[in-house]
């Protein structure tokens, strides 16, 4: 379907058919103008080596570089190549495009690369590495347009025209002061509409929105989305534009950081993917794995306590992994609106309030919901299977009820709690919520049920 | 820190002052110019009635429709603006805010409205509502610059200019054919710096991706990120252009594509947010919790057979919770991987294989390690503090090391397999995946833990 609808095989045919049946260089070139980059980037693994370097040749380095930045996994390709001309496509590449193809070269070529790298590419290179990467400035792009306050109209749509030949993020044309500080922005559209003789001064946002080099991505999601520009300056602490976040990066940034609190909220330590080696996967969930085993051990002692009401009753057993399983995802669902909830806005002492009381409010519906239907249909359960009399069978059932209504209130308030807590401490609830509310819920539960079966059915009633 | 970064409140507090001070009408228009709309829009709340009366009647109706498609709930606002402005702006704002805004104006005023919305505006958003919300045709937006095959550089660049004043996505130019029908798209900056006796032709790339109407969201949106422009064109079956798909528009789709995903990984049916009423969240949580509950039934039973075994050997109770909490959480892990792999890439028959092969490889590892770590933690802890010889503590520790094992391989395999069937047969893996596989992995760890304390610890070895 997905395929079919936007013809990618169609187009990656076109494109094999062009570059394998083109009578000359300049023909295919003719041709493969019309198609996306991103389409020939992904037509390249359908093309043997002897048709990959035909392209090479073909198509010059500025292309080459649009193409290659579409390929996920450049590097396979990147070989193929020869020095000359990947150093001229490195040349010619965005600089954060030009990062993560640096990133996995081989050193043996890198050695052979660096003299042949510009001044300014390898500058925007160290510049963009020098930030960590949950900071925006990792993210940024040098591909802008920036012109000086001072212009007109005329001189500013002819310095548009010089630099679009280098950089195609044009949309918004940045603005700085004497002093090369960033003071505002102008919309293109603007800019075409104006009439000549209007000045510049009157185009320009002054109090435009920027994000500053070393805020975390994260934190500057939200606003960015809430912006809705094709892009947003990148600003150092002296007010000077270092790049620009365009709304592709922004694009790939929620992506990356929903999908690492996906992966956390399922006790992965972050986000695999298909092409990931054993070792990696494992190293990713075994950190979880063993602080749960240990926490479960903590939850068997507890358990342990309890051995005389089983020994007693064993029929209390049937029941444990019911209202264990009831409270874990009782308490996931809490844990997982909590965290979208944190994630998403900046939370008021109030709305956190507010937030915790909905969750037990909503817990205590749903529990006494399920509880009630435990009630009812354990017991019926209790007396045709396990023989017991009716009264016996709906105190028991009546135990089961009762545990899963306290298990699952107090499930609701720990998957609420916790997360908020770790975000107070700025500890990345996602991560280390999971394990610790898990294990909490348990104990509770575990305590309520085989307690209330102590109290209840064993020294109460004498149900043995 | 967030805000402090994005200097939010510092931006709301100067607009603020401006509305409140301003001398004139135009020069609150003159000073609010440098500001970015959705500033303004987030300082509306800080205004009283009367401020934000005064700035309604100060700003025109094209400026107020871009602020007002900033505001997530914009009806609070509608109210107090007069009906005649409200149409006015309504008749500016994109279709697909309007649309937005449309839904959640309350009929009576509806009514008072239709007359005064203009045609264009209304059958853009009857095009609009007549798609499904998961359909790609929903997401469009009119506003954006569409030109004739055969100008000239020259009038291309007139019609530009012309149609920018009503449309600001203009970074690709989308280009019709004699019959109207889509047939390329120029990069705008192609246009700005081409010389002006090329003709218009050379600019255009006549095999530019798009999307069409019908299309699903989801089965579009990894493709549209890979596309990584500012817009794509949506077509109807004729290949007529009905509109365009923005940037902010995927970061959107994304976000939300994802937090469903997460959300229903977590049980919930759909994604929640902090102004929901309770019941709305109960109506989200409850479906999941009563099919658990019934799941959690069938598992009881299943627990029941070996109350034999439990009434003879108490101890064993004291790890079923671990066990099973194991299984559940290697499952989960298993199912998050393979839910974001199902949905980032269209797997081959292969992929799976290698997938479900993988998971297996990774489990038996993670399962291996763990039983270990079981088997001598927990053999020292029965020694220890339940007081049985060492033998024998062994042993009962053996049976939960060999169950841990055998539950996360299986955990695993479940956790990869499931949904992928429930993707194979259309369902969403996300919603569905989750209590079958908490259920068939209890069910597999309960069997594999007490049947094997049956035949080794009372059959084999007579512990009791």
Same mark, same amino acid.
């Given at each position: 379907?997905?395929?079919?609808? $936007?013809?990618?095989?169609?187009?990656?045919?076109?494109?094999?058919?062009?570059?394998?049946?083109? &009578?000359?260089?300049?023909?295919?070139?003719?041709?493969?103008?019309?198609?996306?980059?991103?389409?020939?980037?992904?037509?390249?693994?359908?093309?043997?080596?002897?048709?990959?370097?035909?392209?090479?040749?073909?198509?010059?380095?500025?292309?080459?570089?649009?193409?290659?930045?579409?390929?996920?996994?450049?590097?396979?390709?990147?070989?193929?190549?020869?020095?000359?001309?990947?150093?001229?496509?490195?040349?010619?590449?965005?600089?954060?495009?030009?990062?993560?193809?640096?990133?996995?070269?081989?050193?043996?070529?890198?050695?052979?690369?660096? &003299?042949?790298?510009?001044?300014?590419?390898?500058?925007?290179?160290?510049?963009?590495?020098?930030?960590?990467?949950?900071?925006?400035?990792?993210?940024?792009?040098?591909?802008?347009?920036?012109?000086?306050?001072?212009?007109?109209?005329?001189?500013?749509?002819?310095?548009?025209?010089?630099?679009?030949?280098?950089?195609?993020?044009?949309?918004?044309?940045?603005?700085?002061?004497?002093?090369?500080?960033?003071?505002?922005?102008?919309?293109?559209?603007?800019?075409?509409?104006?009439?000549?003789?209007?000045?510049?001064?009157?185009?320009?946002?002054?109090?435009? &929105?920027?994000?500053?080099?070393?805020?975390?991505?994260? @934190?500057?999601?939200?606003?960015?989305?809430?912006?809705?520009? @094709?892009?947003? &300056?990148?600003?150092?602490?002296?007010?000077?534009?270092?790049?620009?976040?365009?709304?592709?990066?922004?694009?790939?940034?929620?992506?990356?950081?929903?999908?690492?609190?996906?992966?956390?909220?399922?006790?992965?330590?972050?986000?695999?993917?298909?092409?990931?080696?054993?070792?990696?996967?494992?190293?990713?969930?075994?950190?979880?794995?063993?602080?749960?085993?240990?926490?479960?051990?903590?939850?068997?002692?507890?358990?342990?306590?309890?051995?005389?009401?089983?020994?007693?009753?064993?029929?209390?057993?049937?029941?444990?992994?019911?209202?264990?399983?009831?409270?874990?995802?009782?308490?996931?669902?809490?844990?997982?609106?909590?965290?979208?909830?944190?994630?998403?806005?900046?939370?008021?002492?109030? @709305?956190?309030?507010?937030?915790?009381?909905?969750?037990?409010?909503?817990?205590?519906?749903?529990?006494?919901?399920?509880?009630?239907?435990?009630?009812?249909?354990?017991?019926?359960?209790?007396?045709?299977?396990?023989?017991?009399?009716?009264?016996?069978?709906?105190?028991?059932?009546?135990?089961?009820?009762?545990? $899963?209504?306290?298990?699952?209130?107090?499930?609701?308030?720990?998957?609420?709690?916790?997360?908020? $807590?770790?975000?107070?401490?700025?500890?990345?609830?996602?991560?280390?919520?999971?394990?610790?509310?898990?294990?909490?819920?348990?104990?509770?539960?575990?305590?309520?049920?085989?307690?209330?079966?102590?109290?209840?059915?064993?020294?109460?009633?004498?149900?043995?």
């Amino acid at each position: 379907m997905k395929k079919e609808v $936007l013809k990618e095989p169609i187009f990656a045919e076109k494109i094999l058919r062009i570059i394998r049946s083109s &009578p000359s260089m300049e023909e295919m070139r003719e041709q493969l103008r019309d198609y996306h980059d991103n389409d020939i980037a992904q037509s390249l693994k359908y093309l043997n080596r002897a048709e990959r370097n035909l392209l090479y040749s073909a198509l010059d380095a500025e292309w080459l570089a649009e193409i290659i930045s579409y390929i996920d996994d450049p590097v396979e390709y990147v070989d193929e190549i020869g020095i000359d001309k990947l150093s001229a496509i490195i040349n010619e590449m965005d600089a954060d495009d030009a990062v993560d193809l640096w990133e996995n070269i081989d050193e043996s070529v890198k050695v052979k690369l660096r &003299p042949m790298i510009d001044d300014q590419t390898k500058a925007a290179i160290l510049l963009i590495n020098s930030y960590d990467d949950d900071e925006v400035g990792s993210l940024i792009t040098t591909n802008y347009i920036c012109i000086h306050q001072s212009l007109t109209i005329r001189q500013a749509m002819h310095e548009l025209v010089r630099q679009a030949g280098e950089n195609d993020n044009i949309a918004t044309i940045y603005v700085v002061d004497g002093r090369n500080r960033f003071c505002g922005a102008i919309d293109l559209k603007d800019l075409i509409v104006a009439r000549e003789n209007v000045p510049l001064d009157s185009l320009i946002s002054y109090a435009y &929105p920027y994000l500053l080099d070393h805020e975390k991505i994260s @934190d500057s999601i939200e606003k960015i989305k809430d912006y809705a520009e @094709d892009s947003l &300056p990148v600003l150092n602490r002296d007010k000077k534009i270092i790049g620009i976040i365009t709304a592709q990066d922004v694009v790939e940034a929620v992506d990356d950081e929903l999908g690492e609190d996906y992966a956390k909220l399922a006790g992965l330590s972050a986000e695999e993917d298909l092409n990931e080696t054993i070792a990696e996967s494992i190293k990713k969930r075994l950190p979880w794995l063993i602080i749960l085993l240990f926490l479960g051990m903590g939850v068997s002692t507890v358990v342990g306590a309890f051995e005389g009401v089983v020994a007693v009753l064993p029929v209390v057993i049937c029941f444990q992994s019911l209202i264990l399983d009831m409270a874990g995802n009782v308490g996931t669902q809490s844990l997982a609106v909590t965290i979208r909830v944190l994630m998403d806005e900046n939370l008021s002492a109030k @709305d956190k309030l507010h937030l915790a009381a909905k969750e037990m409010k909503v817990g205590s519906c749903n529990g006494a919901l399920l509880g009630v239907m435990a009630l009812v249909f354990l017991g019926v359960y209790i007396v045709l299977f396990k023989g017991y009399s009716a009264a016996n069978a709906f105190l028991i059932s009546g135990c089961v009820g009762l545990s $899963l209504l306290a298990a699952i209130v107090i499930s609701s308030l720990v998957g609420t709690l916790v997360p908020m $807590l770790f975000h107070k401490v700025k500890i990345d609830p996602a991560v280390a919520s999971g394990p610790l509310i898990t294990t909490i819920n348990d104990l509770v539960a575990v305590v309520t049920y085989y307690g209330l079966a102590w109290v209840f059915l064993i020294d109460l009633f004498h149900l043995v």
